[in-house]
T-cell receptor
């Protein structure tokens, strides 16, 4: 069990550019979540997958954001036409069906800075 | 929807006991979770209360009272490494949501 991994750990981009982040959940965890966290705040839920199906999207997830989990394993989160307000830590988490969705294991996050 | 309120900062002395409170307002509620996050680190699961009462895990205990829409995290025998932010979180049963809603976090400062 290697834990949840995320890549890259840091990303600096210019406003208007597209960025893509990757998350590899703990193996055999069928649920995968994306959150966004800004300084001094708790994580904010963005979206959630059960296997390859995207089951829930927060209203925070604008049309510029898209997430995929094509084979039910790793997931990608893409932000198109980035804005300065997108600067945040993007966290991925996974959970095991038998433990329930309230026990989530978080990755180290990808820190996005939009200049 | 739901919101969770917790104090922004708590200060305690090494070796002491500290309680971090969390109150919530929600139309429906599955239970209350607690997560720890060190500066620059990822949130780490600590405990989950599905039912009213006390759950104990080593030096950490968590309590839930659904009738009072209230819970707390109790940390005993505080150590310097416990300095971190602590978040309460819950899921809203009203919309069948599995994403967690987090409070803004309580920054715990441990003094020697």
């Amino acid at each position: 069990d290697t834990g949840v991994s995320q890549d890259p750990r840091h990303k600096i981009t210019k406003r208007g550019q597209n960025v893509t982040f990757r998350c590899d959940p703990i193996s055999e965890h069928n649920r995968l979540y994306w959150y966004r966290q800004t300084l001094g705040q708790g994580p904010e839920f963005l979206t959630y997958f059960q296997n390859e199906a995207q089951l829930e999207k927060s209203r925070l997830l604008s049309d510029r954001f898209s997430a995929e989990r094509p084979k039910g394993s790793f997931s990608t989160l893409e932000i198109q036409r980035t804005e300065q307000g997108d600067s945040a830590m993007y966290l991925c988490a996974s959970s095991l069906a038998s433990q329930g969705p309230d026990t989530q294991y978080f990755g180290p996050g990808t820190r996005l800075t939009v200049l | 929807g739901q919101s969770l309120e917790q104090p922004s900062e708590v200060t305690a002395v090494e070796g002491a006991i500290v309680q971090i409170n969390c109150t919530y307002q929600t139309s429906g509620f599955y239970g209350l979770s607690w997560y720890q996050q060190h500066d620059g680190g990822a949130p780490t699961f600590l405990s989950y209360n599905a039912l009213d009462g006390l759950e104990e895990t080593g030096r950490f205990s968590s309590f839930l009272s659904r009738s009072d829409s209230y819970g707390y995290l109790l940390l005993q025998e505080l150590q310097m490494k416990d300095s971190a932010s602590y978040f309460c979180a819950g899921r809203d049963s009203g919309g069948g949501a599995d994403g967690l809603t987090f409070g803004k976090g309580t920054h715990l400062i441990i003094q020697p």
